[in-house]
């Protein structure tokens, strides 16, 4: 195949022949991306990103760590593929690694190649184990794009999916202070009425019939929606209380993202299911892993485990999830994205005076999300929930502002996302927010409040 050198070809060429996702295909200006290193990316214009969001929340070692190369080229030197009733020295230690990280006794994985395909496989174990076939989420929560994962999900993005959504699904209300459906006047109130509306919802639905309740480890792409103090306690004691597995969805905010290991590290609860991802590579290699028990791992010593995929344990992905985790080890990843968080809050909270459209700012270690309002006593939001293009027009100019001035980083409705790598430094920071400052005089222009 010929070199393709032209950029312009190279965007043309990813336009002609592939799809992109969550977009309408016509009108596409997508960034042509040449190179990464730590949290940076490089177009191929020269043109340089600060990367404030680890792409999708992802890249937790940062960009071209070249650890990961070696390990990846050494393992395909030995061993390319097997099929996954094979061992592998990789898929061995790579278990091991996680079993010494997750909480518990959260002691085996099955690997997966994603996020998504990692939720339908804990909600396929908890099916399988219970006997129960419904599962219990939140209205904001996101948990793939699969069709199980997507129908398990409260993102709105599953609309267009409407009638043909998976059954057995039931979402609730979220703890969310900021904006609380029953209006109460403190974080751990708002708590415990979310706590007894899903209590009330499990036995509106018979509780012999819900198999597990799925909850973010901590919320990611609904708005970084902060768990009140006791809150997984709570739902930890609900679901012993009906006999009902409790599955972490730590996809996004596990292997350093917070500031702990996983999310759930912040409760001081052990789910009996835990969903990983994302960090589990950084981003370098596709590789997802459903956790269990040993209690829920027994439990199929003698009955079928009826479950399986091609790629699944892949050598070559475990190999990079095995560098990955020790990259993070030996160079106190987990501790920096704690200390960062801190410092990332009290920069942030500078802004708060500056900026009358920054309405909260929510935060748990390197895993935050701005809210932009147009009125600060009404809560307005600039853009909607769920909002069509014809409602997103600030939205949309401060993404544009952002990246105009060189930084990538997650914009959905009025929320901005920070999530740099968990690598980042002082000044990383400070060079995004000064950014974001810029594009949030875009969103006070629209400031209607008084």
């Not at 929606?225 to 679901?239: D, E, N, S, V």
């Not at 700012?361 to 929930?385: C, H, Q, S, W, Y």
């Not at 430094?425 to 875009?442: K, V």
Request: negative net charge; glycine residues 10%.
């Amino acid at each position: 195949m010929e070199l393709i050198k032209d950029k312009q070809q190279i965007i043309q060429d990813c336009k002609d022949y592939t799809l992109f996702s969550w977009s309408k295909q016509a009108g596409l200006n997508p960034l042509n991306i040449e190179r990464g290193k730590g949290s940076y990316l490089w177009d191929r214009d020269g043109k340089k990103y600060l990367d404030f969001s680890s792409q999708l929340m992802n890249v937790n070692i940062g960009h071209g760590n070249q650890r990961i190369t070696e390990a990846v080229a050494r393992q395909m030197q030995e061993l390319s593929y097997v099929y996954p009733g094979a061992t592998t020295q990789a898929r061995g230690e790579l278990g091991r690694l996680i079993a010494e990280v997750t909480p518990g006794n959260l002691t085996k994985t099955f690997f997966t190649l994603g996020g998504a395909e990692a939720i339908e496989n804990a909600i396929k174990i908890a099916r399988i184990y219970t006997g129960r076939e419904k599962i219990i989420s939140q209205y904001r929560s996101y948990h793939g794009a699969t069709y199980g994962a997507m129908s398990a999900s409260g993102d709105p993005r599953k609309f267009p999916i409407g009638r043909s959504a998976a059954p057995h699904f039931v979402q609730v209300e979220n703890p969310y202070f900021y904006r609380c459906p029953w209006g109460t006047e403190s974080m751990e109130d708002c708590g415990e009425m979310a706590l007894q509306q899903l209590e009330r919802v499990i036995q509106y639905e018979n509780p012999d019939s819900i198999a597990a309740l799925l909850y973010e480890g901590e919320s990611g792409t609904s708005g970084c929606i902060k768990y009140p103090a006791r809150y997984w306690q709570g739902l930890r004691r609900i679901a012993d209380k009906y006999g009902i597995l409790l599955i972490a969805d730590e996809v996004m905010s596990g292997f350093g993202r917070t500031g702990k290991w996983f999310g759930v590290d912040h409760h001081g609860v052990t789910p009996d299911i835990m969903a990983i991802a994302k960090g589990l590579t950084s981003g370098y290699l596709p590789l997802g892993g459903t956790v269990v028990t040993d209690t829920i791992a027994k439990h199929f010593d003698d009955n079928p485990l009826i479950i399986g995929l091609t790629y699944s344990a892949h050598p070559v992905s475990c190999a990079a999830g095995v560098e990955n985790i020790k990259i993070m080890q030996e160079e106190n990843m987990v501790e920096n994205a704690a200390r960062m968080g801190h410092y990332l809050e009290s920069k942030v909270a500078d802004l708060f005076s500056q900026h009358p459209s920054l309405g909260d700012f929510r935060n748990t270690g390197l895993l935050g999300a701005m809210e932009l309002v147009k009125d600060r006593a009404t809560k307005e939001p600039i853009a909607p929930f769920n909002a069509k293009a014809s409602e997103s027009e600030i939205t949309f100019k401060v993404a544009a502002k952002i990246r105009d001035l060189g930084m990538f980083t997650f914009v959905k409705w009025n929320f901005i996302f920070i999530a740099p790598p968990l690598n980042t430094t002082e000044a990383e920071i400070d060079e995004g927010l000064a950014i974001i400052s810029q594009a949030l005089s875009i969103s006070d222009s629209y400031y209607t409040g008084a």
